[in-house]
Nanobody
Framework: QVQLVESGGGWVQAGGSLRLSCAAS??????MGWYRQAPGEQREVVAR???????NYADSVKGRFTISRDNAKNTVYLQMNSLKPENTAVYYC?????????WGQGTQVTVSS
């Protein structure tokens, strides 16, 4: 079992920045990533990063969001810049290890116009 604990969500005005963190309880997680779910919408991928550092992003966040990870701390980060109201959602940390998927409890991000 792997526990994922997110932090760093909150409220920010449009154009502002937030940094999300997600600490995993175990190491050797192949892929880590961030997903989000807005009210009435399906959960969607925001960004993912492999254990070697390869990344991919949703088109809507490219150039504004940056995902990174510290393998020594079993932690993944999401730096979100130039935030827009449409980025408002609950953001979930995801981890994939030994063919199992793990999710954090979610952290609310609210961007006001």
């Amino acid at each position: 079992q792997v526990q994922l604990v997110e932090s760093g969500g909150g409220w920010v005005q449009a154009g502002g920045s937030l940094r999300l963190s997600c600490a995993a309880s175990r190491s050797r997680i192949s892929y880590m990533g961030w997903y989000r779910q807005a009210p009435g919408e399906q959960r969607e991928v925001v960004a993912r990063i492999s254990s070697s550092g390869s990344t991919n992003y949703a088109d809507s966040v490219k150039g504004r969001f940056t995902i990174s990870r510290d393998n020594a701390k079993n932690t993944v980060y999401l730096q979100m810049n130039s935030l827009k109201p449409e980025n408002t959602a609950v953001y979930y940390c995801h981890g994939f290890r030994d063919y199992d998927n793990y999710w954090g409890q979610g952290t609310q991000v609210t961007v006001s116009s």
